[in-house]
């Protein structure tokens, strides 16, 4: 299986996804929630404005970003139609970038969520221990960037884990987007595991794919698992 | 006295009634049938076959599983075999059927065929596909003929092209139709239509000949001929002819685009034909169905068939025979293919019903399957096994949607179907 | 030399004004507590005077500054919070560290005066736990220690000691004492317990409802509350009040006062001894003793239906519903107007 290229791209990709899926979902999610942070008036209805892709299947995420993302009458063609003729934001039909339409599509579906999560955890902050940092002399982003974000770590935990196995099952929002195209460009273990277990009956490597995609969850879950629970246990 | 009477006639009746089941050729059974034409057009002769049956008083369980091109229903398949209770048939085609018949599960509906005369209806190409070790396991429903052209002839007037027989006359024309502000040829990129556009287009440079060295034999020094590099070449060349639009289009969007005159061209099966009657449109006239390129002394076919799983039950095993014989009866093979745009697998039929499209498309598989250019479609499951055909589609749609070289995408092309022919 | 002055500090909440005009001076090295029931504004007071609320108007002066538009942090303050307020990640060296270290202290000087502050209050030896690490006395000594670090001219505490436990609380506030002491330096206290603010205090402030009722010494409002509201704040079982006709016949007399409906008697339980006739000013029948070994609680009611305690060394030895007689010595007794609750000379 290593040596077919169709693996290689599959998990390159994943691992790009991953990173970018994740990173830029903790930063987003966690700077809404922020901004949600700052009892602004209309919060309420912003939340649930943030909130609402969740409700959506990621088939319908992939479907709409599939057109959004089309070159011929989505985003480059409705910039181009205000008059940026050379405008060119072809990712979705480009090889080298269609993995990342998919973190674009993922991103938009899962940041209202961990905002959500990174609000909750917010709010469950003492006050007291901003006021403690104030008098201590911390500047506001100092006390998010030192008190308040490190205070947020079991937050962290539980956003990285979701995030972690959506980025690794992502299945749907893939096949629904592009069909891990063009060509195979965009496969991820999970979709070249169906292709091999489903279409073309070389259950050998199909399991074999899963198996990797197992241990890879595995070593990393379980040391991360481990080493919270071990440090909560000290209490 | 009364109550002797009754059962004096519960006697003779039930005496009656056994030996009219006895003198009876055929006792009622039921069949359970597993498809996945679960589409409009498709569910409706599924339902033709449903009545023809039914009229020869057997019973049709539909047992329709939708989903992944038919991926679903094999993977139901495969569990309900291993289970020990197959269906009675089963929508399977191209080497599957070998497949299965290593498995030992398939009966043999030989006599059927000996009654009904299948070996001189059925092409001997055809034939073969249908049989396991030379009994017939399988029936053929339908030929789809793969090697189509189809195009937009207004197109072609408004740029004053002509159209082409050959790869070459393809791209003059291409140049002609892309310069008068148009999108000469009409491609959805997914990867199994970026592979039903190259194995059209090494038919039309090798010949049928190149083409079962390649994708039927496997040869590796056939694989890796100039005639596949240039297969290649010509394959990179159309990427300069489609749009931007075209990476994960559907078949039928694309085929809207010729039927639109956006497009000039599409090469696709015979299925895409559907799209321009439904549309309105009269073949010969407002639409243009042709060999592709360089092909026309040859007929890629693609053909659904079921085969027949074994029964235990002697009533279950004569209405799978007869589902056998309906399948074959010309009744059928009209009223199906009529309906699905393809054409009928058994030979002399009446060609009234079939529009111009399918007329021409019936004499060329007469004649290819005399001349040897009869050939199974590689890119629909015809030819290899899947793991094979799968191994071969990830190279041409790799190379369609990179700048690899032609000669790279050669050498991927001999690793890659050796290792999956290897791992058989 | 830095004492804290308040004039006229008001607070409000959209119309609702919850602190109404405070003018209060606070001396250099001052104890203060601040006590009241909740709802009263003392740690909204607290919190004005730290900087972490908007003082509507008035002015809040530390030393001579005015200190309404300066930052919490460079006010020279420090805040012991009731729920300690420890970062939870950091360890109880660097939670004490922070606030130098946001102030661009050197690394020696931080090291120099944790380890003191630590030294002080004997934690030296948990400087590398996190405080989930620790039990609740060691927490709130380490919340002190950070107030201590900073060296600052004001200590705040709010409400420091309601997390702990009844024992601990007792412990920690005689360290909270000898801090004090030793330190010198002006402490402003926040408490809901009289106990704490009689033990701690040399100077008490009781609000109530955003104004303040009395400030003086913890003698001074037990000895001479100004107001009934007070009487029945300090002190500990509450200030017994009865009006006139609640009282015996000879009452005025042995009180020395002309007795109205308009006056209120109030007298401290620990102040009634049981008594003769002669001698009554108030009689009640037993409902309830308690005995706590040490003295014992007298429950009682007097034929006008009003109950009142008595704090005697024993129990007395009759039955229950028999009636028991006290006195009172005049100068112990408290007489306030019964509509405003001021106090009658």
């Known amino acids: ?235 | ?424 | 030399m830095v004492g804290l002055t308040l004039r006229d500090v008001r607070k409000n909440y959209g119309d609702v004004q919850v602190i109404h005009g405070i003018n209060l001076d606070i001396i250099d090295g001052e104890f203060v507590v601040f006590v009241g029931p909740s709802g009263c504004g003392k740690s909204t007071l607290l919190r004005m005077i730290a900087g972490l609320e908007d003082i509507s108007s008035g002015t809040v002066c530390i030393g001579d500054v005015e200190m309404n538009d300066i930052a919490a942090s460079k006010r020279g303050v420090s805040m012991v919070f009731q729920t300690y307020a420890l970062y939870p990640h950091m360890t109880v060296y660097k939670n004490m560290a922070f606030g130098l270290k946001q102030a661009n202290t050197p690394r020696e000087e931080i090291e120099k005066r944790v380890q003191a502050a630590a030294e002080i209050l004997q934690i030296s030896e948990y400087l590398d736990r996190t405080p989930r690490n620790l039990s609740g006395g060691q927490r709130q000594r380490v919340a002190i220690g950070r107030a201590i670090v900073r060296d600052p001219s004001v200590f705040l505490f709010d409400e420091p000691l309601s997390n702990l436990d009844a024992a601990l609380r007792v412990q920690t506030r005689k360290e909270i004492a000898r801090l004090h002491e030793r330190l010198k330096t002006t402490m402003i206290y926040v408490t809901h317990d009289q106990v704490e603010a009689m033990t701690l205090a040399d100077k008490i402030v009781v609000l109530r409802d955003g104004r303040i009722a009395q400030v003086g010494s913890p003698i001074e409002l037990y000895e001479r509350p100004q107001n009934a509201f007070v009487a029945q704040f300090i002190g500990s079982p509450k200030m017994n009040f009865f009006s006139a006709s609640d009282l015996t016949s000879g009452a005025s007399s042995l009180l020395n006062r002309e007795l109205s409906d308009d006056l209120q008697v109030g007298i401290r339980p620990e102040h009634l001894s049981i008594t003769d006739s002669a001698n009554a000013v108030v009689e009640g029948t037993l409902e309830l003793v308690e005995n706590l070994g040490e003295y014992a609680l007298i429950h009682l009611r007097t034929a006008s239906n009003v109950e009142f305690i008595a704090k005697a060394e024993k129990p007395p030895e009759v039955p229950k519903a028999s009636t028991i007689k006290f006195g009172v010595k005049p100068p112990l007794a408290h007489f306030f107007d019964s509509n405003s609750g001021a106090r009658s000379a």
């Open chain 1, 1 to 235: 299986m290593f040596s077919l290229d169709r693996w290689d791209v599959a998990y390159t990709n994943l691992i790009k996804f991953s990173v970018c899926f994740i990173i830029l979902c903790v930063l987003i999610g966690l700077f809404l929630a922020i901004l949600l942070d700052q009892k602004i008036r209309v919060e309420g209805a912003l939340r649930a404005m943030y909130l609402y892709p969740m409700a959506l299947s990621f088939i319908v995420t992939g479907t709409v970003w599939k057109w959004i993302l089309n070159p011929e009458f989505g985003v480059e063609r409705i910039v181009q139609n205000l008059g940026f003729e050379s405008f060119t934001f072809d990712w979705l039909v480009n090889p080298e970038m269609s993995i990342y339409t998919v973190v674009i599509a993922g991103i938009w579906q899962s940041s209202g969520f961990v905002m959500a999560l990174f609000l909750a955890g917010l709010r469950g902050i003492d006050n007291q221990i901003i006021h403690a940092a104030s008098i201590d002399g911390a500047s506001l982003p100092t006390i998010y960037w030192r008190i308040i974000i490190p205070g947020l770590r079991p937050v962290f935990f539980s956003v990285l884990i979701i995030l972690l196995h959506i980025a690794i099952k992502s299945f749907d929002l893939i096949i629904a987007l592009n069909n891990a195209g063009p060509g195979y460009s965009s496969d991820v273990p999970a979709t070249f595991m169906y292709t091999y277990s489903f279409s073309r009956g070389q259950i050998a490597i199909g399991s074999a794919s899963a198996t990797i995609m197992l241990m890879v969850i595995i070593a990393i879950v379980v040391p991360y698992l481990y080493s919270e629970l071990r440090s909560e246990k000290h209490a």
């Open chain 2, 1 to 424: 006295m009364k109550s002797k009477n009754n059962i004096q006639r519960i006697v003779k009746s039930l005496v009656l009634a056994s030996t009219l089941g006895l003198s009876s050729v055929v006792s009622a059974g039921e069949v359970e049938v597993l498809h996945f034409w679960t589409s409009g057009g498709e569910a409706k002769s599924a339902a033709a076959l449903k009545e023809l049956l039914e009229a020869k008083g057997h019973q049709w369980r539909d047992f329709a599983v939708a989903g992944g091109g038919g991926d679903a229903a094999m993977t139901v398949l495969k569990s309900r075999a291993v289970a020990g209770n197959p269906p009675t048939a089963a929508q399977v085609k191209g080497p599957s059927i070998q497949e299965w018949g290593n498995e030992g599960v398939l009966a043999n509906v030989s006599a059927v065929a000996a009654e009904g005369d299948w070996d001189n209806l059925l092409p001997s190409v055809v034939a073969n596909v249908m049989k396991y070790e030379g009994d017939y396991v399988a029936a053929p429903v339908n030929v789809h003929r793969v090697n189509w052209l189809w195009a937009n002839p207004a197109v072609f007037e408004q740029a004053g092209a002509a159209l082409p027989n050959t790869w070459d006359e393809f791209f003059d024309a291409a140049d002609k139709i892309k310069a008068a502000g148009l999108i000469p040829f009409a491609h959805g990129g997914q990867p199994w239509q970026d592979f039903t556009v190259f194995e059209s287009i090494v038919l039309g440079t090798g010949g049928a000949d190149l083409y079962n060295k390649v994708f039927v034999e496997l040869d590796e020094a056939s694989m890796k001929s100039d005639g596949m590099k240039k297969s290649f070449e010509i394959l990179r060349r159309l990427n300069d002819y489609t749009d931007a639009g075209s990476p994960g289009r559907d078949w039928n969007v694309a085929t809207g685009m010729v039927i639109e005159g956006k497009a000039a061209m599409q090469v696709m099966g015979d299925w895409a034909k559907g799209e321009f009657t439904n549309a309105g449109k009269m073949p010969g006239k407002d639409f243009v169905c042709m060999a592709a390129p360089g092909t026309a002394d040859a007929f890629t076919f693609n053909i659904d068939s079921f085969i027949f799983f074994d029964q235990s039950d002697s009533g279950a095993r004569d209405a799978q025979n007869a589902l056998a014989a309906t399948i074959m009866e010309p009744e059928f093979q009209q009223v199906f293919n009529v309906a699905k745009g393809s054409i009928p697998a058994r030979l002399n039929m009446p060609r009234e019903p079939f529009d111009a499209c399918a007329l021409t498309s019936m004499d060329d598989f007469v004649k290819t399957a005399e001349t040897g250019g009869l050939v199974p479609s590689v890119a629909h499951g015809m030819a290899a096994y899947s793991a094979v055909a799968g191994a071969m589609s990830d190279v041409v749609t790799k190379f369609f949607n990179s700048d690899m070289s032609a000669e790279d995408a050669v050498a991927a092309y001999v690793t890659n179907v050796m290792e999956a022919k290897a791992s058989l």
